[in-house]
């Protein structure tokens, strides 16, 4: 009898419990009042909220707040306009007249006119923070007339290209330009885009409303708020798109968007991206000093099968340093192949001793690829003899050992990811290969008369002579490849995953991980 | 018959009596006898893994992405995780790993800890009191927590945690080791040692020492299952062994990330170190029924 009563009562609880959570389920947001679109992100929204400053995730959200004089197009492939409607160059692209729109407010109710363009570039140079460096060849910016402004340039540079810049290239309101950093990250924001800023809990969320008096105008069925949250693990964030939680979210693990391939309520939206992922030899330690031996272990990588088997075809194999879809990459330079018998010989040329060697290679936690990929790289040098040791570590700690003063207290091999701060190839060249006073991006320590010399003068000519400035971005890989200061392991592919009511977005690889949620609506 | 042989084997008798009887109390109980067996049959496996495991290469010389995340199959008894390794290669390489880490820190912490507990017992006074001040620090912190704080420090590698886990571990026996040598002190045997000059040195080492093994050896068998549940936890922080050592916790840690789409890899290590630690545990609570003299007289 007991036993029985027993048995009810915890039928009854179960029941109780079980009710309780589809209870929970069941109180979701009312329908027919405010349309929001959750962005998942896997990393924190922003670093730095000032946008003259900010040069890491915060893009995602700035471009939704602030806007560009123009923008990268996917769609052409060209820049377009975006607050400046209009521009010209002089023929040595020296001089640079842009033609600001009218009628275009602020969220703080300022009117935008050629003041505050001068302003902001302005003060985004003086601060000389973040990727300020785009406007290095600005000499000086002049107010022609309220919607004229003209850039005068030291030398020649595409200054319609550098305006569409990714980072660093915001226009701030007049009102807030004269600020500090410190106001902008107390959550404070005042641009034109589409959306303003309501919310802000730094490294975890924030939240957007949309601004009513953007002058593109609003239709119906676009979004109301906006929320961009940290998720960090994978599985998380397909769930959160699963559910219908999430509206968008991206960095996914290779098995997750499998999984959300065959799930009809859920889009992956495939689109170019421009970022490849670079392994760099510290050169200045040995024996990664030797040529040969660097030859050696890029002969040993794993690259077809970290493309197929790993990245399971959402990335192409890397030719050169530059990835493909931008001028410059060109399919026919030489590339490395995983060969050990190669690597063999190059190592027994090298003269260096296999025996006992061990290599630290670093790299961000968290990417699962990556870790996959420095396993098989760690088996393949196993056979040559050598023991690769592999350091998961956050980026400021990868990054802080790259900068150390002693080269022999660095790492051997570290890999990273690299996307362009504007749609051209002299962000690679500028920041990985150029030879740098202070430790920054140049990872692999190259320090090259010749090749600074190239890379300058390409630089120079790709304002005025493309064609000229190709050849000479493709001689520098050559020089590169041969000299084997990077492995080229991959060039990624940008990968969505998207609620199946969320339209109209397009991964543009020259913002990286932006979504402008202006585009977006909902069906 | 030699008088030093006639003494030893003087010593060894009773002991020997002793341990056929703790056998046969072993025996009475089924679960510790139970848990005696699977670990019996865990350090079985352990010796012969490289020759039992289908795929020795598939611990670290080895990887195959083609065949990753297979289910478990005849072929691959627990399927294959995300470099197409056999699982079940893994798993029972872990033993090894798992044991000779856990005995090796318990051990470590036997060392530090047995000698200064029955220093501080022995010799009393203000010895005792800085050594035992020094204990009660220690023990003041959770153990995995201060365990985690060395790592950090010294950075991640299996020999670092295995330090870590004795640092945090030896205070347990010199508290334990220090109350015995407190009542042994009153002894008579012992009184008697002093009285005719013997060191305290020697007292301490070959009369104190002696006779605290067998409450050392249950804190020990108890301890192990939380040893290697501690190593396990450091690990899956990635504190602990680095790939590709195919460490339990390691191994769950790298899991997480496939957890919805292939049960089978997080499950199994898992289950091993389910198995592990609760055999462990039974054992040493066994093992503590066995030698209290409470118990016995029953």
């Known amino acids: 009898m007991k036993k029985i009563l027993c048995l009810v009562i915890m039928i009854c609880i179960l029941g109780a419990i079980i009710a309780g959570c589809s209870g929970g389920q069941s109180t979701q947001v009312t329908e027919n009042k405010l349309k929001i679109a959750y962005y998942a992100f896997i990393s924190e929204p922003y670093i730095d909220f000032d946008p003259s400053v900010e040069y890491s995730n915060g893009i995602i959200v700035l471009h939704n707040i602030y806007e560009t004089l123009t923008r990268y197009d996917v769609n052409t492939g060209k820049i377009e306009p975006l607050l400046a409607e209009e521009w010209t160059s002089n023929e040595d692209g020296t001089v640079w007249t842009f033609r600001i729109r009218k009628d275009v407010k602020f969220h703080d109710g300022a009117e935008l006119n050629a003041e505050a363009v001068k302003k902001s570039i302005e003060r985004t140079m003086d601060l000389q923070m973040g990727a300020a460096y785009i406007w290095d060849c600005v000499d000086e910016i002049k107010v022609k007339d309220d919607y004229t402004v003209e850039f005068v340039l030291s030398y020649p540079a595409p200054l319609d290209l550098i305006a569409s810049a990714g980072y660093a290239a ?201 870790r996959n990929m420095a396993q098989l790289y760690q088996v393949n040098l196993k056979k040559l003899g050598i023991e690769l040791q592999i350091q998961e ?131 | ?108 912490a036997i060392i530090i800890g047995v000698p200064l507990g029955a220093i501080a017992g022995t010799i009393g006074g203000w010895v005792d009191e800085v050594i035992m001040r020094i204990t009660d620090i220690f023990l003041s912190f959770p153990p995995l927590l201060l365990a985690i704080a060395i790592v950090s420090i010294v950075g991640s590698s299996l020999n670092n945690a295995i330090i870590a886990i004795a640092l945090s571990w030896w205070p347990w026996y010199t508290r334990l080791v220090r109350g015995q040598a407190v009542s042994l002190k009153e002894r008579k045997f012992i009184q008697a040692a002093e009285a005719i000059g013997t060191s305290k040195w020697k007292i301490i080492f070959s009369h104190v020492v002696p006779n605290t093994i067998s409450p050392v050896i249950v804190q020990a068998s108890m301890d192990m299952g939380g040893v290697i549940l501690t190593i396990a936890s450091l690990s899956f922080l990635g504190l602990g062994a680095q790939a590709p050592t195919p460490e339990w916790g390691l191994m769950i840690n790298t899991s997480r990330n496939y957890f919805l789409n292939a049960w089978w890899y997080s499950i199994f290590p898992g289950l091993a170190i389910f198995i592990t630690v609760l055999a462990f545990n039974l054992l040493g609570d066994g093992f503590r029924e066995i030698m209290d003299p409470k118990t016995r007289k029953r």
């Open chain 1, 170 to 370: 915001f226009i701030i309101s007049p009102n807030a330009v004269d600020k500090d950093s410190a106001w902008f990250n107390e959550g404070n924001a005042a641009g034109t885009g589409p959306y303003k800023v309501q919310q802000v809990t730094k490294g975890e969320e924030v939240i957007l409303a949309k601004f009513d008096d953007y002058w593109r105008g609003w239709k119906d069925n676009q979004y109301d708020r906006v929320i961009i949250k940290k998720i960090p693990e994978s599985s998380s964030r397909r769930q959160l798109v699963e559910k219908g939680e999430a509206q968008i979210t991206s960095g996914l693990s290779v098995t997750d968007i499998k999984a959300l391939r065959e799930n009809p309520s859920v889009n992956v939206i495939e689109g170019t991206s421009w970022t490849n992922i670079i392994g760099f030899f510290n050169t200045e330690k040995k024996p990664l000093d030797n040529a040969d031996f660097r030859r050696a272990l890029c002969y040993a990588f794993p690259y077809d099968e970290v493309v197929n088997d790993i990245k399971e075809g959402m990335a192409y194999k890397s030719v050169g340093l530059i990835p493909r879809g931008l001028w410059g990459h060109d399919d026919n330079l030489m590339q490395y192949e995983t060969d050990l018998q190669k690597a063999e010989e190059y190592l027994k040329k090298s003269g260096v001793n296999p025996e006992g060697l061990k290599l630290e290679l670093t790299f961000t936690s968290g990417t699962e690829e990556l």
């Open chain 1, 393 to 523: 570590m956050n980026w400021d700690n990868v990054w802080e050992k790259s900068k150390n003063s002693k080269p022999e207290d660095r790492q051997d091999i570290l890999f990273m990811q690299w996307w362009p701060d504007y749609a051209s190839p002299m962000s690679w060249l500028y920041s990985l290969v150029h030879s740098e006073e202070d430790i920054l991006f140049n990872l692999s320590y190259i320090k090259d008369e010749n090749l600074d010399a190239m890379i300058e003068e390409a630089d120079m000519l790709s304002a005025t002579d493309r064609a000229e400035a190709e050849k000479l971005v493709i001689e520098v890989q050559k020089e590169v490849l041969d000299k084997a200061y990077f492995i080229h392991a991959y060039d990624d592919k940008s990968v969505w995953a998207a609620d199946a009511g969320f339209k109209g977005f397009k991964p543009n690889p020259a913002y990286e991980g932006v979504v402008f949620f202006y585009d977006t609506y909902y069906e």
């Open chain 2, 1 to 108: 018959m030699d008088s030093r042989i006639y003494n030893l084997m003087e010593i060894i008798r009773p002991r020997v009596k002793e341990v056929g009887f703790s056998f046969y109390l072993l025996k009475k109980n089924k679960l510790t006898l139970a848990a005696f067996y699977v670990i019996v049959a865990l350090f079985v496996l352990a010796i012969l893994a490289p020759y039992i495991v289908p795929y020795p290469s598939h611990i670290s010389d080895e990887a195959n992405v083609a065949n990753k995340l297979l289910p478990p199959s005849g072929e691959y008894l627990f399927g294959t995780d995300e470099l197409g390794r056999d699982i079940f290669s893994r798993v029972i390489y872990g033993i090894r790993i798992s044991l000779t880490t856990a005995i090796l820190a318990v051990g470590l």
